[in-house]
């Protein structure tokens, strides 16, 4: 398991900047949503809210702290291109992972901070705890958190048909 401390500036910081969090319980084990998170075709099912898809080919991940990942999301409507790219700051499977959240080009030291925290909970299923730390959000915005909150609903569809298939990707 990789184990990284926040700086003192960081965490002082985190109090008074922008954040939110959303809490979701999957009807899935905590592996098949890790995988979901970490697996480039699983990612590809899911990592857009509805009414965008993403750009075939335009996942990459590399999934190890320092290591990069990028996605290209395109709006159905007008077809308008949406890259996003990040860096992994702890990857501790299955139950954590932290990254940034960026457009190309941005800062990856000042840019926005992804928690996902995983949880076993009984009879197979996985409470997910998104924090995203840098941007403020807050249900009905018709940006960033409902976009993220489009998304995990994209997940749970996605991580019960993979349970359905026994896990087949």
């Given at each position: 398991?990789?184990?990284?401390?926040?700086?003192?500036?960081?965490?002082?910081q985190?109090?008074?900047a922008?954040?939110f969090?959303?809490?979701?319980?999957f009807?899935?084990?905590?592996?098949?949503v890790?995988r979901a998170w970490?697996?480039r075709?699983d990612?590809?099912?899911?990592?857009?809210?509805?009414?965008i898809?993403?750009k075939?080919?335009s996942?990459?991940l590399?999934?190890?702290?320092g290591g990069?990942y990028a996605?290209t999301?395109?709006?159905?409507?007008?077809?308008?291109e949406?890259?996003t790219?990040?860096?992994?700051?702890?990857?501790?499977?299955?139950e954590?992972?932290?990254?940034?959240?960026a457009s190309p080009g941005?800062?990856?030291?000042?840019a926005?901070?992804?928690?996902v925290?995983?949880r076993?909970?009984?009879d197979?299923r996985t409470e997910?705890?998104?924090?995203?730390l840098g941007?403020?959000g807050?249900?009905?915005d018709?940006?960033v958190y409902?976009?993220w909150?489009?998304?995990?609903d994209?997940?749970?569809?996605?991580?019960a048909?993979?349970?359905?298939?026994?896990?087949?990707?």
């Amino acid at each position: 398991m990789t184990e990284q401390h926040m700086p003192v500036t960081e965490a002082a910081q985190s109090r008074t900047a922008p954040q939110f969090t959303i809490t979701r319980v999957f009807d899935a084990p905590r592996e098949l949503v890790w995988r979901a998170w970490t697996e480039r075709a699983d990612a590809a099912n899911w990592w857009h809210p509805r009414g965008i898809s993403i750009k075939p080919g335009s996942v990459a991940l590399d999934l190890r702290v320092g290591g990069r990942y990028a996605y290209t999301m395109v709006d159905d409507a007008d077809g308008s291109e949406y890259p996003t790219e990040g860096v992994y700051r702890e990857v501790a499977e299955p139950e954590r992972l932290v990254f940034t959240w960026a457009s190309p080009g941005d800062d990856d030291a000042t840019a926005p901070v992804v928690t996902v925290t995983l949880r076993e909970l009984p009879d197979d299923r996985t409470e997910m705890l998104f924090h995203l730390l840098g941007w403020d959000g807050r249900p009905g915005d018709e940006n960033v958190y409902d976009g993220w909150d489009s998304a995990f609903d994209l997940l749970a569809e996605h991580v019960a048909e993979q349970r359905r298939n026994g896990g087949a990707p």
